[in-house]
């Protein structure tokens, strides 16, 4: 099999590649080709996934390719926008048809979920497996949500529950073919699109946790120029996380470690998020009135 047989027979698939309002030309030329619906912005963010770095190598190809997929799309849900599509730049040390029709196929389930199609890529032939992920979405002009805008005064709030993908992590490493139970998470963030267009009228700022959550929310307040107070108690931690590792070390993976791809955000008041804190004066996070000693993940 050769590269173009490859593209033709896993990448162009119609479960994968599927034509959507926004597709006029997919897979197959020079360019892929978007249409974008008047008064709308377009929104793009890229991820590259390193083997043994951001993902083990031994995991299922299946499940690797879910996540790559739904952590790209979760900056998409940060933002508030919805998904038109994506592209995907592969490195593989070989062709290997059993491992690309699983990878495939573990696309084409997270694609169809959240109607994300892939459009177009590039594949090359390296000594390591490094899967670059771009995502394309839309948000009606003037809605989208950002970083910036938090004001003193205003709640803070997450989505759902935190710490189970950093608390999978030993299974994960140990196990990789294992993805149930904690490793669940772990291999399948699936990204708070709805949520974030919830917020779109709702949220003053938001962003997806990705790094740990006071990291993440120490971002908010950089952007935003303000400090936060967190409560540890009202942070929302899963029964599984707590009968798997316990409460306060549950509670450590929640405020410093990664993985977890919940939306964090702001608002004035909103009723049906969960509210950790709120917005003061300052330039920084504290967690029950202190500056937390552990730090979120840090690539270099
Ligand atoms: P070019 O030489 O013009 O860059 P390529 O030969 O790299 O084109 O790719 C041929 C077509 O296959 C293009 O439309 C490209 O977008 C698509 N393609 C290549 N690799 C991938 C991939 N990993 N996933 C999806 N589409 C891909
Ligand atoms: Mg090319």
Sequence with gaps: MNEFQLIQHYFKQAALSFPNKNVIQSIGDDCAELDLFDN??????????????????????????????????????????????????????????????????????????????LIGGDTTKGDALIITIQVHGQCPRGASL???????????????????????????????KNSEGLAQQYFYPLPKIEYGIWLRNKASSCLDVSDGLVQDLNHICTASQVG????????PLSDLL????????????????????????????????????EVVVGDQVLVDGAVPSAKGFQHF
Aim: include cysteine.
């Design 146 to 176: 950002k970083r910036s805008g938090a004001c003193v005064g205003h709640k803070v709030y997450v989505s759902d529950v935190l710490g189970e993908g950093a608390g999978a992590l030993k299974q994960v490493l140990a196990s990789p």
């Design 242 to 277: 707590i009968k798997t590792l316990g409460k306060e070390a549950g509670l450590q993976f929640a405020l410093s470690g990664g993985d977890d791809y919940q939306l964090a955000y702001t608002a004035q008041n909103c009723d049906q998020g969960i509210c950790i804190g």
């Design 228 to 235: 936060m107070n967190v409560y540890s108690e009202n942070i």
């Design 40 to 117: 709308h912005t377009l929104h793009i963010s890229i991820d590259t996934l390193v083997e043994d770095v951001h993902f083990p190598k031994h995991a299922n190809p299946y499940d690797i390719a879910a996540r790559a997929l739904c952590v790209s799309l979760s900056d998409l849900a940060a933002a508030g926008a919805s998904p038109i599509a994506f592209t995907l730049a592969i490195t593989l040390p070989k062709i290997d048809a059993d491992w690309l029709s699983e990878f495939s196929n573990g696309l084409a389930y997270i694609a169809q979920k959240f109607q994300c199609p």
